[in-house]
């Protein structure tokens, strides 16, 4: 049918659009980059699905984070407690600049930050990777995550602190392991 | 933030699928829409549908001048706007082509105008489905919810435009979106008689009282300063500027509104039974009528009375609106009572509730009648 192949194409440039950033988010919670190529397509393949069935969607960008947030969380819960980014490394071999990083230097510094993000708890690392690395405002997290946007600005202030105090411990110690 | 941090921090959003990465999940997607197509048929309205997606993403490209022909040419809009929820084009409704307005929305005068105007759209969609007996639970808190939020974000526009003394313009909204409001809970509330289904009234009535004080607290600083000015019109003191154009204003919105529904009379005249279109005519007729009295009164420097009547022939010339929408779109007749002229209207403790100067007697305002009348209907 003319009209599928054309609501296909349409779909394909919201995955154009977003799809970096989708997977983005779910790389920095994740800290699998195989892994986090998997949950954007799922976030995607299930936003067509709701949508499809006539469900009502109010923001796509908005939808497709909180569909993204809902697989990472069932990420946790089907990975084992033990999970680690150090168990990580060791199983994959961490490679947070891939191959489309082109200094060592930039390599470095995300592995870093990686390393910082992965020490946070969980209720800060969100807040954090959706205000800093996606760039959304706190009030649109609060409402992505329904939260007061005070909580989320405190959140992210708290943890932003721990990221900026776990770099300049890194930085005085670059040999220091993180617990 | 320190400089380091703020570098690596920049650098993480560099970070990017690859191109064969990219294109291998094109792949797969692609294939998983042919395996999954649309399950309704949208038939001829799909190209709706793709237009309004192509707006939203060359919203972020384009200049807004291509952006607004585009969004403004053809029936796209139109046709997206007639759905309700259930409908296959109603998630495009929402949510592109609601947005697509909010992108050329930049004043707070205009977004809480839109604001207002979405949420009421929501009861108007609400009415629709009740009329047609589908306005199931879920629907129903749905559109609560979109109700509420569309008000939350009025609200903060309001908020800001008092903050920027744009009283009057604050003002404005309020008085139209309360002589709107007024009418939807009357039909509202018949539907629900009608349908031995009271909650339906009373569950977004009650939305409705929840957040009534929206637009009031803005009418009630507004009607505290005509309160005392009218005081000062009878000591022979001029009353203040906005006073006026506050009743000026309202007139001007009611005449507005009348000339609207008049227009949607003529066009759907010949579709509409005998007793609607007397029901129509005659609430346009009420309508009509106040306003040129309104009219009279502000001649007679009456500012007060001239905002009451003005606002009153809003409401009905409102309702007589909701009656050619609701036939519109589902073909089906709504028979409400006969359009109440000030007389009628709802009274708590005896005194009238709709939307009016305050009286000076009492020194109450605008926002604790409208919250009154609304808790009163909600009594069904």
Redesign the interface.
Same mark, same amino acid.
């Given at each position: 049918m003319p009209g599928q192949d054309r609501m296909q194409k349409l779909f394909m440039r919201a995955y154009e659009q977003h799809s970096d950033a989708i997977f983005r988010h779910c790389y920095f919670r994740i800290s699998d980059r195989e892994r986090a190529q998997e949950l954007m397509q799922d976030t995607f393949t299930k936003t067509w699905d709701y949508l499809i069935k006539g469900n009502d969607v109010e923001n796509l960008r908005a939808f497709l984070y909180q569909t993204a947030r809902n697989l990472v969380i069932d990420e946790y819960r089907r990975r084992k407690p033990e999970a680690s980014l150090e168990k990580l490394q060791e199983e994959k071999g961490f490679d947070p600049a891939s191959n489309d990083h082109k200094h060592i230097g930039e390599s470095f510094d995300l592995e870093v930050l990686k390393e910082a993000l992965d020490v946070l708890e969980e209720e800060y690392r969100e807040v954090v990777t959706l205000r800093y690395i996606d760039g959304l405002k706190p009030r649109q997290i609060a409402k992505l995550l329904d939260q007061s946007p005070n909580l989320v600005s405190v959140r992210i202030h708290r943890g932003i602190a721990k990221v900026r105090q776990h770099l300049e411990k890194k930085e005085q110690d670059p040999n220091e392991q993180t617990a | 933030?320190?400089k *380091?941090?703020k570098? /690596?921090?920049k650098?993480?959003?560099?970070?990017?699928?690859?191109r064969q990465?990219?294109e291998a999940?094109?792949a797969?997607?692609?294939a998983?829409?042919?395996a999954?197509?649309?399950?309704?048929n949208?038939?001829g309205r799909?190209?709706i549908? *793709?237009r309004l997606? /192509?707006n939203?993403?060359l919203a972020?490209t384009m200049p807004i001048a291509v952006l607004l022909i585009i969004a403004l040419s053809g029936g796209a809009s139109l046709a997206a706007q007639g759905t309700e929820?259930?409908?296959?084009l109603?998630?495009v409704k929402?949510?592109?082509n609601e947005?697509v307005r909010g992108w050329f929305t930049f004043s707070d005068e205009a977004k809480a105008e839109l604001m207002t105007d979405l949420a009421l759209s929501r009861l108007e969609e609400a009415e629709i489905l009740a009329t047609e007996g589908k306005l199931d639970s879920k629907t129903q808190a749905?559109l609560e919810q979109?109700f509420a939020q569309k008000i939350e974000a009025a609200r903060s526009a309001m908020a800001r435009l008092t903050a920027n003394g744009k009283v009057d313009a604050a003002t404005a909204i309020t008085a139209n979106f309360e002589a709107e409001l007024a009418a939807h809970e009357q039909v509202l509330a018949h539907l629900g008689q009608n349908q031995g289904n009271h909650s339906l009234a009373a569950r977004v009535s009650n939305q409705i009282a929840g957040t009534a004080a929206l637009p009031s607290e803005v009418a009630m600083d507004d009607a505290s300063t005509m309160m005392v000015e009218q005081e000062s019109t009878t000591s022979g003191v001029s009353p203040a500027g906005h006073v006026i154009s506050a009743a000026e204003g309202k007139i001007k919105a009611a005449g507005n509104k009348i000339e609207e529904v008049e227009k949607l009379l003529d066009r759907k005249n010949e579709k509409l039974s005998a007793e609607l279109k007397f029901s129509v005519e005659n609430r346009l007729k009420v309508a009509k009528e106040l306003h040129t009295e309104a009219r009279a009164q502000f001649a007679a420097d009456v500012y007060g009375e001239a905002f009451t009547l003005a606002q009153e022939a809003h409401r009905v010339a409102q309702e007589a609106k909701i009656i050619l929408v609701i036939q519109n779109e589902t073909k089906i007749d709504i028979n409400l009572p006969e359009a109440g002229r000030l007389p009628d209207m709802p009274t708590v403790d005896g005194r009238r509730v709709q939307p009016s100067p305050p009286d000076a007697d009492t020194g109450s305002g605008v926002s604790g009648q409208v919250q009154g009348a609304v808790n009163a209907q909600i009594n069904l």
């Open positions: - | 933030m320190n *380091q941090l570098k /690596i921090l650098k993480s959003r560099q970070i990017n699928l690859t990465e990219k999940g094109k797969v997607l692609a998983h829409m042919r999954n197509p649309v399950r309704e949208t038939s799909l190209w549908l *793709q997606f /192509i939203q993403y972020k929820p259930g409908d296959a109603y998630p929402v949510s592109v947005q749905k979109r």
